[in-house]
């Protein structure tokens, strides 16, 4: 038998050689080997457990900082949230402006991990729920504790007293809005120093008004009419009872100094006319024999200008005539207002005829 060359052996046979039987490289065997090696991979990431954690505490010693940050890459459960990073989510007085921001009241707020309670007193059950569903609705909170309890409101009242020369509000509101609604529409009718509101208070703990009494007397059915309507329409206030708002008769002196002649002024100007000099020293005479009576001089417009401008007419015709009597040696406490458009005796004043008796004179003896 030929001796065989050591070079011309197969590989096979090397390989035997080392106790190790390796796949040829074109073997069928290897597609086989790498499914078997995917397979255990895909079994390893199902059962292996899934966290998610990051921890970036460094060691102060650790010569390679980067392997102190480990990182697994999964989903979380939301019950593992912790409670700080609930409570990071919540931000208490900014509920608060939410809760006051759809007209809800003030309430105790605390929070404990992802649980807030709230306590207070509330007016009804429907505040209660709405103010529940805002809490329930705030990002980062997973439960309501309700310690709130209902308590009614008391109704708020007004009451309005009126005479000619002056009117006085007192009663309790919900909040400032309320107030400023009343006082600005009397201030549609009587000037700011005939105006007493100190007694309008702001009390949280009462509901709105359903009813606006307005009691007193005026010896004006223009202003009587007035005072009636002023009032009504007011948003939440349910009813206006101006039952016992009384007409009242002039005295004798009211009714003489309404009977005299018109003082009549030139077109737009505070110059009365020179037939008007007459009626003034009429004027004059009657107070001369009530030298303690208090005399309002009230003047009025048509509404054709613009209200400021009606006003400013008004008034100065007023202080004109009020001038005018001073001269003729009267001494009475005269009181000159000019009221322009606020008080039409014809609205809509669309006529001539109704334009002419809107600009009038009117004295008043007052209280």
Do not use: C, W
Request: hydrophobic share 45%; charged share 20%.
């Amino acid at each position: 038998m030929a001796e065989l060359n050591p070079l011309n052996e197969p590989k096979m046979a090397k390989s035997r050689s080392r106790g190790v039987a390796l796949a040829d490289e074109s073997s069928d065997d290897l597609p086989a080997l790498s499914a078997i090696a995917v397979g255990i991979a895909v079994i390893f990431v199902i059962v292996a457990p899934i966290t998610v954690s990051s921890r970036n505490t460094v060691k102060a010693d650790d010569p390679y900082p980067a392997h102190a940050v480990e990182t697994t890459v999964g989903t979380v459960d939301p019950a593992q949230t912790t409670d700080s990073s609930a409570e990071s989510l919540v931000d208490l007085a900014a509920i608060q402006q939410t809760l006051n921001s759809r007209g809800l009241p003030e309430v105790g707020l605390s929070l404990e991990g992802s649980v807030i309670n709230v306590s207070g007193s509330v007016a009804d059950e429907s505040t209660k729920q709405a103010v529940t569903d805002v809490l329930a609705a705030h990002p980062g909170i997973a439960e309501v504790v309700d310690n709130m309890i209902v308590t009614p409101k008391l109704s708020g009242v007004v009451e309005i007293a009126a005479s000619h020369g002056s009117i006085t509000l007192k009663g309790e509101l919900p909040n400032q809005p309320f107030v400023d609604e009343l006082v600005d529409r009397t201030m549609t009718l009587y000037f700011a120093d005939q105006i007493d509101a100190q007694q309008l208070v702001v009390n949280v703990d009462v509901s709105t008004p359903s009813v606006v009494t307005v009691t007193g007397a005026v010896a004006d059915n223009v202003l009587h009419r007035s005072l009636e309507t002023a009032f009504v329409g007011i948003v939440g206030i349910g009813d206006v009872d101006v039952s016992l708002l009384a007409l009242a008769e002039f005295d004798d002196l009211g009714t003489a100094l309404n009977n005299v002649e018109p003082v009549e002024f030139s077109s737009g100007s505070a110059v009365f006319l020179a037939s008007s000099e007459a009626t003034l020293a009429k004027v004059a005479e009657l107070l001369a024999d009530a030298p303690d009576a208090r005399i309002e001089i009230g003047t009025h417009t048509d509404s054709l200008s613009s209200d400021r401008s009606n006003r400013e007419l008004s008034q100065a015709r007023s202080d004109s005539i009020k001038a005018a009597l001073v001269k003729l040696g009267v001494t009475n406490d005269l009181v000159a207002r000019g009221f322009g458009e606020a008080r039409l005796k014809h609205e809509p004043d669309d006529t001539p005829d109704k334009q002419r008796e809107n600009r009038r004179v009117e004295f008043r003896v007052l209280d």
